[in-house]
């Protein structure tokens, strides 16, 4: 199995809270039997059940090339979606994977979870005519997966050049009409209390970010400091210079 980052995270719903309070949502990053289209979908009926903050995505990646998207989607009517939040999972092994974002990402109660991609997608290695998916799905009657693991989803003919983060979409002339059943190999971590500043701690990047503007900071006060004490001692060595009357 194989994790990318540094540290994982380990969530317990906060006191008082209900058990439904997760600590993931979607299913665990297992190699599922399916690669379906290149499409956006969308999950709708495995929402976030509580407020709370992403911190990283588990997925499975069956192909290596191409980027493909973890998105965050809140329903505002029949068939329209705003996407809330986008991560990107870029091309790597054929593993299990997980990716941490960049900051955490507040999610509320009944945002859904949905998998998009690009729309040069890489060929698919079956029918190099069409385009694959990325991550793995399951459908009804495939091994080793219940119907309680599968979930009402939207595929609909959007890719991600047409999504911008804040934007409202419909799907009502791009859907064909069919609520599929599956489920992904992806998951979001999630955790109930605002990371705040200690998400740094599990974010390298945004650390030596602040490491590199501190050290910059310092090097400001440290001139400032210098040129201080210079202009002291200069003062000082000019009271110790003699004084030259004329006529002395």
């Not at 903050?53 to 009517?77: C, K, L, M």
């Not at 509320?108 to 690009?118: A, C, K, N, S, W």
């Amino acid at each position: 199995m194989v994790l990318t980052g540094s540290r994982v995270l380990y969530v317990t719903p906060p006191a008082g809270g209900s058990d439904e309070c997760k600590a993931t949502v979607g299913r665990p990053p297992d190699r599922l039997p399916r690669l379906g289209n290149h499409w956006v979908n969308i999950v709708m009926d495995n929402a976030f059940p509580c407020a709370g903050w992403i911190t990283s995505v588990d997925y499975f990646r069956a192909v290596e090339e191409g980027t493909v998207y973890f998105g965050v989607w809140r329903a505002v009517g029949e068939l329209e979606f705003v996407l809330k939040y986008k991560l990107p999972l870029a091309p790597t092994s054929v593993a299990k994977h997980r990716v941490f974002a960049p900051t955490p990402f507040e999610v509320q109660r009944g945002d859904l979870i949905g998998v998009h991609y690009p729309e040069n997608a890489p060929y698919n290695r079956r029918d190099p005519r069409l385009r694959s998916a990325i991550i793995p799905h399951a459908e009804p009657g495939d091994p080793g997966v219940t119907n309680a693991e599968l979930y009402s989803t939207y595929n609909a003919e959007v890719f991600n050049e047409r999504l911008r983060v804040g934007d409202a979409i419909n799907l009502k002339d791009r859907f064909n009409g069919r609520v599929l059943r599956r489920t992904f190999a992806l998951r979001a971590n999630v955790v109930y209390e605002n990371p705040g500043t200690d998400s740094l701690h599990n974010h390298p990047a945004s650390l030596r970010t602040r490491n590199v503007t501190s050290s910059k900071t310092r090097h400001v006060m440290q001139a400032g400091h210098s040129g201080c004490v210079n202009a002291v001692i200069g003062l000082f060595i000019e009271w110790l210079k003699p004084t030259f009357r004329p006529g002395s």
